[in-house]
């Protein structure tokens, strides 16, 4: 089974920093995609940060300069670097993932981490 593991959440102050990683496991033939989106209470899941396997990576425009989203092929593993955090950075953060993966048709499917709450707070 393919399965997408996020660590890294967890409480910190405003302007402090956290770093997220997402690790994917299974037998995942390609990763097209993985990313990081985030749902805040009474909000609609939004993506924060992308990177494709060209390594093109994009942002959603709130959290440009202050978020960076990195990867370790090797690893099967992204990263979210969080900076300057703000309260309404407060969410639930989910880790995404496009892979193909044989055990499903060789389909290429999207899948999603459990979720890691940070929470952003005085």
């Known amino acids: 089974q393919v399965q997408l593991v996020e660590s890294g959440g967890g409480s910190v102050q405003p302007g402090g920093s956290l770093r997220l990683s997402c690790a994917a496991s299974?037998?995942?033939?390609?990763?097209?995609?993985m990313g990081w989106y985030r749902e805040a209470p009474g909000k609609q899941r939004e993506l924060v940060a992308g990177?494709?396997?060209?390594?093109?990576?994009n942002y959603a425009d709130s959290v440009k300069g202050r978020f960076t989203i990195s990867r370790d092929n090797a690893k099967n593993t992204v990263y979210l670097e969080m900076k300057s955090l703000k309260p309404e950075d407060t969410a639930v953060y989910y880790c995404?993932?496009?892979?193909?993966?044989?055990?499903?048709?060789?389909?290429?499917?999207?899948?999603w981490g459990q979720g890691t709450q940070v929470t952003v707070s005085s």
């Open positions: 995404n993932g496009d892979f193909i993966v044989p055990a499903a048709g060789w389909s290429a499917r999207t899948y």
């Open positions: 299974g037998s995942i033939f390609r990763i097209n995609a």
């Open positions: 990177i494709r396997s060209s390594g093109s990576t």
